[in-house]
């Protein structure tokens, strides 16, 4: 499964983004879809998960109410929204997938995508 993620870019706090995870696999549809983040010297860590039909979401305590994980399977593409961005986002955000059901560890998730950068200034 190959994965493309973009969207990222630099942003001032207080302010929004839209990332996407798009696949070329007819079969989207059937992985659950997280999206991962990891800022310099610090550990990749989970922020949202999307399961295979879009019918269950989960995220990071700390991040819940201010991003939005949604899917559109006949696009192929996941979307993270990410509202009241802060400088403390600035990371490389990750998309991967693993069969049908969310799981909120990295190691887990079977296929990755390159990543996007997202630069929140102050």
């Known amino acids: 499964v190959q994965l493309q993620a973009s969207g990222g870019g630099l942003v001032q706090a207080g302010g929004s983004l839209r990332l996407s995870c798009a696949s070329s696999k007819g079969t989207f549809g059937i992985y659950a879809v997280g999206w991962f983040r990891q800022a310099p010297g610090k550990e990749r860590e989970f922020v949202a998960a999307?399961?295979?039909?879009?019918?269950?979401?989960h995220y990071s305590d700390s991040l819940k109410g201010r991003f939005t994980i949604s899917r559109d399977n006949v696009k192929n593409t996941v979307y993270l929204q990410m509202n009241s961005l802060k400088p403390e986002d600035t990371a490389v955000y990750y998309c991967?997938?693993?069969?049908?059901?969310?799981?909120?560890?990295?190691?887990?998730?079977?296929?990755w995508g390159q990543g996007t950068q997202v630069t929140v200034s102050s």
């Open positions: 999307v399961n295979f039909d879009g019918g269950t979401t």
């Open positions: 991967a997938v693993r069969n049908l059901v969310i799981r909120t560890t990295a190691a887990d998730y079977n296929y």
